[in-house]
């Protein structure tokens, strides 16, 4: 399908299966990161509170503790426990309790494979937990709520976000949530369709939309404002964080949306045929081709569903139910989405994550003679020699940085025009790209033999207190702290530069990009469009 954008370029709408590439970018967290990263709160949050904080929601009171220039709620449910006849069903309320919940430690993650995946390691379905960060204050009211939704390639969780900057800094009311994951959250199957008024598939993005009801009805009990509440998702949690914008279902749940590393105009969703036959393949390997299906999934120990499921599932979101009328790429090209203002962006080098990641684990660098091979694996073989010739070895100082430009920019960047160009014609849209050339590594793995750049997942750094990466700098201090206040300053009023106004335009007002790096020219426009050959792509691909 292609669009004339509102500066009269034709730009086709790219579509790539995006789950792959998410369980890609998980792999690097392995084990070891995943020690530091669930760890993160661990030491502060077990401190004496000689005052701890109580809150009445709408289900019964919470404690939670203070900590610094926070409080936090952790832990604090916001569906019933989807466990026995409740799983793979929609999320259901949650009962009413009379006495005052211990809300001062995450609750479970949601089922996920232990190994080399990006996330926390859990057996337990009752995982629909939201875990709250809200600035300390007895006068805090009326605050702009973060409503952030992880990625990791359906593993991770929401307390793996410490927020306390964000909130503090932003002083903002910052939501992280816990949702149903792979094979728990995103399985297809006739048995199972009668889980859901949309069929079954989706429970993970309903399980979201079931947090965001929460928060409306309970972010007055933490200081936030339920009319100004910003969905924000990075990587999987982006995708989602589209699906929510184009879900009719979402409608009215959040006031504005932050993608990060996430274009709507590249994410494919299937079909439900298509994520039937891909479910008919994962019952059968779980065991569970029998006469009663569901009721076999339901009695398998969680271990041996997720087992069967596999570490890397190629399934995603299902399209064309009420739930998900369209894939989000087709939904904003035609205007049906949930008129919000948008803050958008990608890493510069997110592919780096992927193919450095990959020598992390004990892999060899990519060499210039298996340059032309590698590229015919990721464009194939009649688009490989222009791939070639648009990104020439003599061009880059190793063959990894020459196939990492290229994946980026295909998988990325041009969606990523596609995406703002689409989006800005109808709402305000800004746009940024996470451009630090020096962002930390991974503190548990050496470094690649090339630079990592500004890889996939590096911005998070940035934004949240996470023990995973080496330290920061000064000056990468400082750029954390601007883009806190600007993200910060979206969430308040729908404009970055809110702080500073005229110096982050919106993008239909001359197709402004905002770069992000240290240093005093760090920060500034850049031509997005030229910098990741948007016209080859955009010729290369119509």
């Not at 070891?32 to 809150?55: K, Q, R």
């Not at 969680?302 to 064309?320: R, W």
């Not at 996939?456 to 920061?472: I, Q, R, S, T």
């Amino acid at each position: 399908m292609e669009h004339t954008s509102s500066h009269g370029a034709a730009a086709p709408t790219r579509k790539h299966r995006r789950w792959p590439a998410a369980a890609a970018a998980a792999v690097l967290v392995a084990s070891g990161l995943t020690f530091a990263f669930t760890h993160a709160w661990a030491d502060d949050t077990e401190n004496s509170d000689s005052d701890p904080p109580v809150v009445q929601t709408d289900k019964g009171k919470i404690r939670g503790t203070h900590a610094g220039d926070v409080t936090r709620y952790q832990g604090v449910p916001y569906a019933a426990a989807p466990v026995d006849d409740l799983s793979w069903r929609s999320p259901q309320e949650h009962e009413e309790w009379d006495n005052v919940k211990d809300a001062t430690k995450p609750g479970s993650a949601c089922p996920q494979l232990d190994g080399n995946q990006g996330g926390v390691p859990s057996t337990d379905e009752d995982c629909l937990y939201v875990n709250v960060t809200a600035p300390q204050g007895k006068d805090i009211e009326n605050l702009p709520v973060v409503v952030f939704t992880h990625g990791g390639g359906n593993y991770g969780a929401g307390h793996q976000y410490n927020a306390d900057k964000l909130a503090a800094r932003g002083d903002a009311v910052v939501v992280t949530v816990n949702y149903r994951l792979g094979v728990y959250g995103f399985l297809a199957h006739e048995s199972l369709d009668d889980g859901s008024s949309h069929g079954s598939g989706n429970l993970g993005l309903e399980d979201q939309q079931a947090a965001l009801k929460w928060v409306q009805r309970n972010a007055s009990a933490f200081g936030g404002d339920d009319d100004n509440v910003t969905l924000m998702g990075e990587s999987w949690g982006g995708w989602t964080a589209c699906a929510n914008l184009t879900s009719p279902q979402s409608k009215g749940l959040f006031d504005k949306v932050i993608l990060q590393s996430a274009p709507c105009a590249g994410m494919e969703t299937q079909t439900r045929d298509e994520a039937e036959a891909f479910g008919a393949e994962v019952v059968k390997n779980i065991g569970c081709d029998t006469d009663d299906v569901a009721q076999c999934l339901r009695d398998k120990p969680v271990a041996e569903v997720l087992d069967g499921f596999g570490q890397v599932p190629d399934s995603t979101l299902i399209a064309g139910d009420g739930l998900l009328p369209l894939e989000p790429s087709e939904a904003i090209e035609s205007g049906h989405f949930n008129r919000v203002p948008v803050l958008h962006g990608i890493n510069r080098d997110e592919q780096r994550l992927m193919i450095g990641g990959a020598e992390s684990l004990g892999g060899k660098p990519i060499t210039d003679d298996q340059y032309p091979a590698k590229l015919v694996e990721s464009f194939g073989e009649e688009l490989a020699p222009l791939v070639e010739k648009q990104y020439p070895l003599r061009d880059y100082d190793s063959a990894s940085e020459a196939l990492a430009a290229a994946q980026t920019d295909h998988e990325y960047a041009a969606p990523a025009v596609d995406t703002v160009e689409t989006l800005s014609r109808h709402v305000p849209t800004h746009a940024f790209e996470f451009a630090d050339p020096h962002a930390p590594w991974f503190r548990a793995y050496d470094a690649p033999s090339f630079p990592t750049g500004a890889y996939h997942m590096a911005e998070l750094n940035y934004l949240f207190d996470v023990d995973l990466y080496h330290p920061k700098s000064k000056p990468q201090h400082r750029l954390g702290a601007y883009m806190i206040d600007t993200w910060a300053s979206f969430a308040h009023t729908g404009a970055p530069d809110a702080h500073d106004p005229g110096t982050w335009p919106e993008y239909g007002h001359g197709q402004y990009v905002q770069s992000l790096a240290p240093g005093e020219d760090g920060i500034g426009s850049v031509d997005f469009a030229r910098e990741h050959h948007y016209r080859f792509w955009n010729d290369a691909t119509s």
